[in-house]
């Protein structure tokens, strides 16, 4: 985002720290030929054969618009732990293998609260090939097949009491491996938040994967969350941590400046960013501007959800 331009970070200046992969007791469990070729691998490739997932289900929920290139997504990207440039989590974030060791925890006003194991997440439901229309407050847009299941999944499972209101995210956060706050222009660990009925609705993705396979490093690996109908910075990266809470908790943008980035995030033509138009997008790849729809085309899914509200105030 274009809040301030910390100096351009040089690779040399990160000195990352293999903290999640122990690669030689990980490549231990792998066939010999898998194990040999790939530079990037994770447990998700290792279980799927060939590094790709297995018997994706095609969903309902997809766009038929054609999807960006996956060099596209992969070179395109906001993760600021990374990078505060577009190119720089493509490079930075490389060196960033999540391994067998990462753990998403589901906690707070829930019944039952449990550290999931990432093999656990993904076998919780089948996993789908979405095709998700994504779009930057920055005024660019792409279409990315998402693999994943609905978010609602995991939290019926913890089983939300009566408190919860509200689901609180965190991103994984290594001061070794990734920038500091200061470098950054926010605050770490990235934070975000959604309100129950929000990360309730099917749409609220937990995502695994893109284009059949793992997510790669700067797409926010081994998971992470998409919410196509609001701005991208809600889709929080490399998630570590979802607690259930009874307030609205806090969200990096807004912690870092609550004029420009409210809480709800709609994509919202009529509400323009206090810098820039939101009526327009670029679709990455493309020349022409297109108008931006109302919750991002997802309005007869989601727009229900806001009903009586003044989306202005509630940017
Ligand atoms: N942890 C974390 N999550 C993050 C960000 C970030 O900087 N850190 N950037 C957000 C923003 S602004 C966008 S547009 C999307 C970009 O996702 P993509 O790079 O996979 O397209 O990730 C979001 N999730
Ligand atoms: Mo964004």
């Not at 979405?130 to 279409?143: K, N, P």
């Not at 960013?273 to 989601?302: C, I």
Request: proline share 8%; aromatic share 12%.
């Amino acid at each position: 985002m274009l809040i301030k331009k910390p100096e351009d970070l040089r690779y040399s200046e990160i000195t990352p720290r293999p903290v999640y992969l122990n690669r030689r007791r990980f490549l231990a469990g792998l066939p010999v030929a898998l194990a040999g070729g790939r530079e990037l691998l994770s447990p998700i490739r290792a279980r799927a054969a060939g590094g790709r997932f297995a018997n994706l289900v095609k969903s309902p929920f997809s766009t038929t618009e054609k999807p960006n290139s996956l060099n596209d997504v992969t070179h395109y990207n906001n993760f600021y732990e990374f990078g505060t440039g577009k190119d720089q989590p493509a490079k930075l974030a490389q060196k960033f293998k999540p391994g067998p060791d990462w753990r998403v925890s589901v906690e707070g006003a829930v019944a039952k609260p449990r550290k999931f194991a990432l093999d656990e997440l993904v076998a919780l439901a089948p996993m789908e090939e979405r095709i998700y229309r994504h779009r930057c407050v920055e005024a660019w847009s792409i279409v990315v097949p998402w693999v994943g299941y609905s978010l609602s999944v995991l939290l019926k499972q913890a089983q939300p009491t009566a408190k919860a209101q509200y689901v609180a995210f965190e991103s994984y956060y290594s001061s070794s491996m990734m920038l500091s706050s200061e470098q950054a222009g926010i605050e770490f660990p990235y934070v975000e938040g959604l309100r129950l009925d929000e990360a309730m609705h099917p749409l609220a993705m937990l995502t695994f994967g893109m284009y059949g396979d793992s997510l790669p490093p700067q797409d926010g690996a081994p998971v992470r969350l998409t919410v196509p109908w609001k701005y991208g910075f809600k889709s929080i990266k490399s998630l570590v941590k979802i607690k259930l809470v009874e307030k609205q908790p806090a969200s990096t943008w807004n912690l870092t400046n609550s004029r420009e980035y409210g809480f709800y995030s709609n994509v919202n033509p009529q509400v323009d960013h206090p810098r820039w138009s939101q009526a327009s997008e670029r679709r990455l790849g493309e020349f022409f501007k297109r108008p931006t729809q109302m919750f991002n085309g997802y309005g007869n899914d989601v727009a229900s959800l806001y009903n009586g509200m003044d989306l202005k105030k509630n940017y």
